[in-house]
């Protein structure tokens, strides 16, 4: 699904110098990772990671250039392709069964999706202040810590998902 995700995106993930593409694909993947638990039985225990994966995603979307508009529709690509991915089973539940779940799914991107804006709105305010108003295009993300951040999401929901 990640790289049917990507190929939707087309260059726009490949145009960002800042951030290597394996980095975003790590994401994205982490993103739907978090998203299956966040409609099962973990949901609850799951919910702080699904924030701050998203507010997360939205730092790493303003370190990638993109514009607020084109962080919704990243995460919109990614409900139009459950959707699809998903139809044929939920077609298959009794009828109640798969609109809930289709409800609860789509209800929890719609709080990703505000979510992702404002960490990317926090992390554009936040170069803003750092550069007296002035926009800042230089590279002052550090992939590597990206790269922690990840871990530790990782992990996290590790931890959720190996409890009884």
């Given at each position: ?5 990507l ?11 800042t ?7 790590r994401?994205?993947r ?8 966040m ?6 225990e ?6 701050d994966?998203?507010?997360h ?10 514009a607020?508009?084109?962080v ?5 690509h990614?409900?139009?392709?459950l959707?699809?991915q998903?139809?044929?089973v ?11 779940i289709?409800?609860r799914l789509n209800?929890v ?7 992702a ?12 202040i750092g550069?007296d ?6 590279s002052e993300?550090d992939p590597?810590e ?16 190996r409890?009884p």
């Amino acid at each position: 699904m990640v790289a049917e995700w990507l190929d939707r995106l087309g260059d726009r993930v490949a145009a960002a110098p800042t951030i290597p593409r394996p980095t975003v694909e790590r994401e994205f993947r982490l993103i739907i990772e978090v998203l299956s638990q966040m409609v099962g039985p973990l949901r609850r225990e799951v919910r702080t990671v699904w924030q701050d994966v998203c507010r997360h995603y939205g730092r790493v979307a303003s370190a990638r250039g993109l514009a607020a508009g084109e962080v919704v529709e990243e995460l919109l690509h990614l409900r139009d392709l459950l959707t699809r991915q998903l139809a044929p089973v939920l077609a298959a539940m009794r009828a109640r069964q798969g609109m809930a779940i289709m409800l609860r799914l789509n209800r929890v991107l719609d709080h990703g999706v505000a979510v992702a804006v404002i960490g990317y709105t926090d992390a554009l305010v936040a170069s803003l202040i750092g550069r007296d108003g002035v926009p800042y295009t230089g590279s002052e993300v550090d992939p590597d810590e990206i790269e922690r951040q990840l871990d530790s999401f990782e992990a996290a929901l590790a931890t959720i998902s190996r409890r009884p």
